[in-house]
Nanobody, 116 residues
Framework: QGHVVESGGGLVQAGASLRLSCKAT????????MAWHSQAPGKERELVAR????????SYADSVKGRFTITRDYAEKTLFLQMNNLNPADPGVYYC?????????WGQGTQVVVSS
């Protein structure tokens, strides 16, 4: 088991919602920041959403602003990505990323497929 483990991906219709989860170890959750990245087939991995370790400020890719929300649960040491109104531009493998002091951690990814 890695320091961060994603779950929650699946096949949905356009317009539907999904919530991704990233369960983290203590070390991975005590971070400078955590983020979700996505990688579509044949494309580079891209930042989708990020939350800062101190203060909890968030930032989003322009393509998901107003549709996706990144949050975290301290008690469960879990990072979430609520994805609403999914569209055909959103599919890919979604990765959880943790940046503590020192080496960063990546999960194995969870696949999101959107049917039109």
């Amino acid at each position: 088991q890695g320091h961060v483990v994603e779950s929650g991906g699946g096949l949905v219709q356009a317009g539907a919602s999904l919530r991704l989860s990233c369960k983290a170890t203590d070390r991975a959750f005590t971070t400078l920041h955590m983020a979700w990245h996505s990688q579509a087939p044949g494309k580079e991995r891209e930042l989708v959403a990020r939350i800062e370790g101190r203060g909890g400020s968030t930032s989003y890719a322009d393509s998901v602003k107003g549709r996706f929300t990144i949050t975290r649960d301290y008690a469960e040491k879990t990072l979430f990505l609520q994805m609403n109104n999914l569209n055909p531009a959103d599919p890919g493998v979604y990765y959880c990323h943790s940046q503590p002091l020192g080496p960063s951690y990546w999960g194995q990814g969870t696949q999101v497929v959107v049917s039109s």
